[in-house]
């Protein structure tokens, strides 16, 4: 079964940046929507962006002019560039995709409407 693998999590202080990436276990097949969740511990777990093949991408607002999402439609792979990272932001972050093209961003924002998960990346921003 495909599975999608993400990389690039890991301990960064207060300020700083780093950037998730997320691929497929196997490209045989196009994704229409691609995002990234995150759970801290004791919370539930929330959309931080999503991007549809050649659409514009939405963000939680906590994020909104720090984080980008990207995404390459021919690889359907998907990053998340992360820039002046707050101590709010330590979480598990998830790549999450689906071959359907979901055009409501209230779907976009509800997990169970996508069928392919990463295993999950730790993030930690701490001094």
């Known amino acids: 079964q495909v599975q999608l693998v993400e990389s690039g999590g890991g301990l960064v202080q207060p300020g700083g940046s780093l950037r998730l990436s997320c691929a497929p276990s196997?490209?045989?097949?196009?994704?229409?929507?691609m995002g990234w969740f995150r759970q801290a511990p004791g919370k539930q777990r929330d959309l931080v962006a999503v991007?549809?093949?050649?659409?514009?991408?939405n963000y939680a607002d906590s994020v909104k002019g720090r984080f980008t999402v990207s995404m390459d439609n021919a690889k359907n792979t998907a990053s998340l560039q992360m820039n002046s990272l707050k101590p709010e932001d330590t979480a598990v972050y998830y790549c999450a995709g689906t071959r359907r093209r979901i055009p409501s961003l209230r779907a976009r924002v509800n997990g169970a409407n996508y069928e392919y998960w990463g295993q999950g990346t730790q993030v930690t921003v701490s001094s």
């Open positions: 196997e490209n045989t097949f196009s994704l229409g929507v």
């Open positions: 991007i549809s093949s050649g659409g514009t991408p």
